[in-house]
Structure formats: C-alpha cells, structure tokens
C-alpha cells in the first residue's frame, strides 16, 4: 500500500475485555513500531520489531500488552483485560533498512481505543 | 533518561507571521532528531529529519536548525497560513547502541488565525 494502515480506527472496549489492534506497514519496510499517545502528550514508545524479530519492548506498560509480528509484515498490538487509563491513541509506524536508525518513520492514522 | 521538551504548549497568531517552535533535549548523544505534524484526529505527518552531523534542514517554508551540543532545535514556518494549524512534534532517536525509538516532546499547538 502507499502507507501505513492501521485497524480499526476507532475501538470502544469495556473494562475487562480483550483488544487487538492490527497495523500494515510500508511494503518491504523492514522495522515496525508501536507507539501510545494520551490525549494532549506526545505518542511514547511501546515496542519494536525487526522483521518478525521483537528486539525492544521495554515500553509495555504491564504484561496485559503483547505484540507480535509473526511473519516480518502486519503486526498486531493485544491488550488483555482492558483498565480505563489504557484509553489512548495507539500508533503504528514503519521504517526501511536493517537499522533503521537513519531512515524516517512513516506513521499511521492511529488507532483510537476507549475503555469504559 | 532522555527527556523532550516543547516550548510553548500553544500559539495562536495571525497569518503572515513568522512562527518559532522551540524544542529541547536532555541528552545530547542523539542520532537525529525529527519533527512532525499532527492534525486532530490524524496521524503524523513526517515534515524535516536533522541528522546529528547536520546543522539544519529546509522545506519550502520550513527550516529546522540544530545545535546538538546545547541541546536544542527550532522550527520555524515563514509567511504562515490558517493551513499551517496543527500540533507540532519534535522527536529524538538516541544513539545507535541504544535502539531505535524515538522519544518525543508534547507537542506544540499551533492555531493560524486568518
């Protein structure tokens, strides 16, 4: 596709229920990111990937956050037994090369997700 | 820790002014630095990336400088336009060694009035 796409784009949970959050990236970008951003923050990191590899996950907040990326391209963000504070936008992004440190992120649209 | 910041948290001035958004860092050892556009609701929009070797970059209207050593870049937008309202992000990717997330600012608000 010409960018990141991400689904669904809206998502209203009730406390306790399960949530998966499913991102495409840029065809053939090889690095994936998760990013979580509160209502008037800037988005903060969750979780990287490197093709199908998960090498940072130090911005999990707890273990009811699971990402994978089972084949190197979509990724979906879990979250398991929903709380209210986890009410946020939650970003994907995608870059080229095996670092991807020099390359830019391209982001998607986001998904918003509501816990009551 | 690395930590962002992002001076003023909202602007509001009428077109034609020139805009000046301010972000600073922590730590200097940053790989690049980034900044991005925000429309409400919407994702962002990738708008200038200052390697750490360089002193500033230019768009069009935009151009972005970058003195890593006192830890600090600023934005600036020439001859604004209503079009030019958004949220404005910086973002900093640390060194090499230590991965590859970006750890941003809050953001800057801008509103254009015509």
């Known amino acids: 596709g010409a960018g990141v796409s991400q689904s669904p784009r809206y998502k209203v949970a009730k406390r306790g229920q399960d949530v998966a959050l499913r991102c495409d990236p840029i065809s053939g970008h090889v690095s994936l990111f998760w990013y979580q951003q509160a209502l008037g923050q800037g988005p903060e990191f969750l979780t990287y990937?490197?093709?199908?590899?998960?090498?940072?996950k130090s911005g999990l907040p707890s273990d009811r956050f699971f990402a994978e990326r089972p084949e190197g391209s979509v990724s979906t963000l879990k979250i398991q037994r929903t709380q209210q504070e986890d009410s946020a936008v939650y970003l994907c992004a995608s870059s080229a090369g095996r670092l991807a440190v020099s390359y830019e992120q391209y982001f998607g649209p986001g998904t918003r997700l509501t816990v009551t | 820790k690395q930590e962002v910041t992002q001076i003023p948290a909202a602007l509001s001035v009428p077109e034609g002014e020139n805009l000046v958004l301010n972000c600073s860092f922590t730590d200097s050892a940053i790989y690049n630095l980034q900044w991005f556009r925000q429309d409400p609701g919407k994702g962002l929009t990738s708008l200038l990336l200052i390697q750490s070797s360089q002193r500033e970059q230019t768009s069009g209207r935009l151009n972005a400088s970058l003195d890593k050593s006192s830890g600090r870049s600023t934005l600036y937008i020439a001859a604004s336009q209503p079009g030019d309202s958004a949220t404005y992000l910086c973002?900093?990717?640390?060194?090499?060694?230590?991965?590859?997330?970006?750890?941003f600012g809050g953001g800057t608000r801008v509103l254009v009035k015509p």
């Open positions: 973002a900093v990717r640390h060194s090499r060694l230590a991965g590859n997330k970006l750890t």
């Open positions: 990937f490197q093709n199908e590899a998960q090498l940072d």
